[in-house]
């Protein structure tokens, strides 16, 4: 089984004359959690349509594992896009996850009931999704991702809008599925205190160019300095440092 998972060399992406993104280099491995981060307009959102297979490249490749069809990537929206004035049960919600697999109803039936119980929704199956907070929302949304048994989850700003406790707990859920199960993901947010806890890997987006790696060589005060504009020090503590004048025990 090949260790790279998704391989970009030189890649452009653009939208009409307008170029996006331009000689983006980087390597995924199996089991690795990536940290997407920049400014809005940057090219994440750009990026993962091009894993999807929603945005061709303009240059350059995007090269992608054997097993790591489109019918094995998983896609956890930032809300959900579907007509709330529809009825919709939580089982009925997940199993949209489960279209265009082939698979008999034994197979469907045993995605479900593993996707619900890993999201802890097996006893809200029959509930109206509508009627969920935003939090189990959420869940209900990676459980529909999680139906397909991705090698691959891509997670689009999905803790955005939920309250601390209830994006701390969402957190820990992908951090457990990302340890035990080794499940590769892309999460892309703005919020650099996440991405510091829980990222193995990091990419920073910023005027057409991303620089990506392990997480303690992207993540520096010198890289936020120069996508964020940040002063040094300000960048420091967003990273959780200690602020300078208590170094040394002065107050």
């Known amino acids: ?14 939208y009409g004359r307008d170029i996006v993104l331009r000689d983006v280099g980087l390597a995924v491995e199996r089991g690795e959690f990536w940290f997407l981060l920049g400014p809005n307009g940057a090219g994440k959102t750009s990026f993962l349509r091009c894993v999807l297979g929603l945005l061709g490249p303009r240059g350059g490749r995007l090269q992608r594992a054997a097993d790591l069809t489109l019918q094995r990537i998983g896609f956890v929206p930032q809300r959900c896009d579907m007509n709330p004035t529809l009825p919709t049960t939580v089982r009925e919600f997940v199993a949209l996850g489960t279209v265009g697999l082939s698979l008999s109803r034994r197979e469907r039936s045993e995605r479900l009931e593993e996707a619900l119980g890993t999201m802890a929704l097996s ?3 029959a509930r109206d999704y509508w009627s ?3 939090g189990m929302r959420q869940r209900a949304l990676l459980a529909r991702a999680l139906v397909r048994r991705p090698v691959l989850l891509l997670l689009d700003e999905p803790t955005s809008g939920l309250d601390p406790t209830t994006e701390e707990a969402l957190l820990q859920s992908l951090a457990c599925l990302n340890a035990e199960r080794r499940l590769t993901m892309l999460f892309v947010t703005h919020d650099l205190g996440v991405a510091k806890r829980y990222a193995t890997h990091a990419a920073l987006f910023h005027d057409g160019e ?3 790696g392990r997480r303690e060589n992207v993540l520096t005060p010198a890289n936020l300095k120069r996508v964020y504009g ?3 020090e300000t960048a ?3 990273l959780g440092a200690a602020p300078i004048h208590t170094l040394g025990g002065h107050a």
Do not use: P
């Not at 089984?1 to 653009?14: H, I, P, S, Y």
């Open 230 to 232: 940040m002063d040094l």
């Open 132 to 134: 969920l907070s935003g």
């Open 236 to 238: 420091r503590l967003a």
């Open 210 to 212: 991303v620089v990506a």
């Open 1 to 14: 089984m090949e260790t790279v998972l998704l391989q970009a060399e030189k890649l452009v992406l653009g």
């Open 123 to 125: 006893g809200m199956d």
